[in-house]
T-cell receptor, first 111, second 115 residues
Framework: QQQVKQSPQSLIVQKGGISIINCAYE??????FPWYQQFPGKGPALLIA?????SEKKEGRFTISFNKSAKQFSLHIMDSQPGDSATYFC??????????FGPGTRLSVLP | KAGVTQTPRYLIKTRGQQVTLSCSPI?????VSWYQQTPGQGLQFLFE???????NKGNFPGRFSGRQFSNSRSEMNVSTLELGDSALYLC??????????????FGPGTRLLVL
C-alpha cells in the first residue's frame, strides 16, 4: 500500500514532442505528490508538485494531471528539449511521512 | 545562497566498518532529510531531522542513525556496514520540513562503496 508505481521505465521523445510519465498509488491517505528531476551526478530537484484537491497544475512546459478516483497522476512535458533529458521520479507522502518514490523514468529527448 | 553540501563525496569502506556522512543545509533551513538511492531499490527515505529532533523515519534497520546539531548540520551514521549499503546517500534541506510540504533542496550526494 506504500508503493508508488511509475511507467514507462524509459522514454525516447523527439525534440518538440510531448513526454508523458505516469504514476499510480494505493494509499488514499497520500496528500502531496511531487515530481523530481535528476541529472547524472546530481541530486534530485523538485520540478512541480500537486495536492489532491487540484486536478491539474501547470508550470511553464510542465503539467501535472491528477485523477483522485483512479489514484493516478502524470507528468506532461510539452515541447520537450534535449536539456530535459534526465531521470524523473514521482513521489507521494502523507503529512510529510511515508515519503515514497516511484522507480524513475529515464527520458531521452533526441535533437 | 550556497546550496546543500555533503561530505565526503566518495567513500570506500569494508564490511563491518562504520561510516559517518555529513550534510550542511542551506542557510536558514531547519529540516534535513536523508535518502538512500540504489539501482535496485531506487530512492528511499531514511529519516528527517528538524531542530535537532528526529521527526520521521523510514523502514531502515537500526544500523542507520542520524543526528542534527544546533546549527542544523546533520550527520548520518551507518554501523556494521553490509555490501548492500553501497549506495548514493542524499540529503535534502527545507525551511519548515516535510510535514509542511515545503520544497526540498537536495545535495549532490555521497557515494558509498562497501567492499
Amino acid at each position: 500500500q506504500q508503493q508508488v508505481k511509475q511507467s514507462p521505465q524509459s522514454l525516447i521523445v523527439q525534440k518538440g514532442g510531448i513526454s508523458i510519465i505516469n504514476c499510480a498509488y494505493e494509499n488514499t491517505a497520500f496528500d502531496y505528490f511531487p515530481w523530481y528531476q535528476q541529472f547524472p551526478g546530481k541530486g534530485p530537484a523538485l520540478l512541480i508538485a500537486i495536492r489532491p484537491d487540484v486536478s491539474e497544475k501547470k508550470e511553464g512546459r510542465f503539467t501535472i494531471s491528477f485523477n483522485k478516483s483512479a489514484k493516478q497522476f502524470s507528468l506532461h512535458i510539452m515541447d520537450s528539449q534535449p536539456g530535459d533529458s534526465a531521470t524523473y521520479f514521482c513521489a507521494a507522502s502523507k503529512n510529510g511521512q511515508n515519503f515514497v518514490f516511484g522507480p524513475g523514468t529515464r527520458l531521452s529527448v533526441l535533437p | 545562497k550556497a546550496g546543500v553540501t555533503q561530505t565526503p563525496r566518495y567513500l570506500i569502506k569494508t564490511r563491518g566498518q562504520q561510516v559517518t556522512l555529513s550534510c550542511s543545509p542551506i542557510s536558514g533551513h531547519r529540516s534535513v532529510s536523508w535518502y538512500q538511492q540504489t539501482p535496485g531499490q531506487g530512492l528511499q527515505f531514511l529519516f528527517e531531522y528538524f531542530s535537532e529532533t528526529q521527526r520521521n523515519k523510514g523502514n531502515f534497520p537500526g544500523r542507520f542513525s542520524g543526528r542534527q546539531f544546533s546549527n542544523s548540520r546533520s550527520e548520518m551514521n551507518v554501523s556494521t556496514l553490509e555490501l548492500g549499503d553501497s549506495a548514493l546517500y542524499l540529503c535534502a534541506s527545507s525551511l519548515a520540513g516535510l510535514a509542511d510540504q515545503e520544497t526540498q533542496y537536495f545535495g549532490p550526494g555521497t557515494r558509498l562503496l562497501v567492499l
